[in-house]
């Protein structure tokens, strides 16, 4: 089973931007639809956008489309957030995950192995 380990994370102000990275381990993703979450304290995780490897096909969620970029990279054993105008609300757990149901599906359930988590804190 594909191992998925997230990094990147951090803490940067308003408007700044970072880039995530999710890297696995034991296979290439090449079969899979990568989705990346988010969980903010006290709220439930939620979908930020999703990608099918083998295609490039994308799928985001509304309250990122514009800011944020998902992209895989050639070899195929990662996937990548790419964050910019980021805002205090985008502050939250990222989470990158695999699916097979090849469709980009932002249902959480659909998801899984998850990596661990990689924390993201905006100030305002």
């Known amino acids: 089973q594909v191992q998925l380990v997230e990094s990147g994370g951090g803490l940067v102000q308003a408007g700044g931007s970072l880039r995530l990275s999710c890297v696995a381990s034991?296979?290439?993703?090449?079969?899979?639809?990568m989705g990346w979450f988010r969980q903010a304290p006290g709220k439930e995780r939620e979908f930020v956008a999703s990608i099918t490897v083998n295609t490039g096909s994308t799928y985001y969620a509304d309250f990122v489309k514009g800011r944020f970029t998902i992209s895989r990279d050639n070899a195929k054993i990662a996937v990548y957030l790419q964050m910019n105008n980021l805002k205090a609300e985008d502050t939250a757990v990222y989470s990158c995950?695999?699916?097979?149901?090849?469709?980009?599906?932002?249902?959480?359930?659909?998801?899984?192995?998850w990596g661990q988590g990689t924390q993201v804190t905006v100030s305002a």
């Open positions: 995950a695999a699916t097979r149901t090849l469709k980009l599906t932002a249902r959480t359930t659909d998801y899984g192995p």
């Open positions: 034991g296979r290439t993703l090449n079969d899979y639809v």
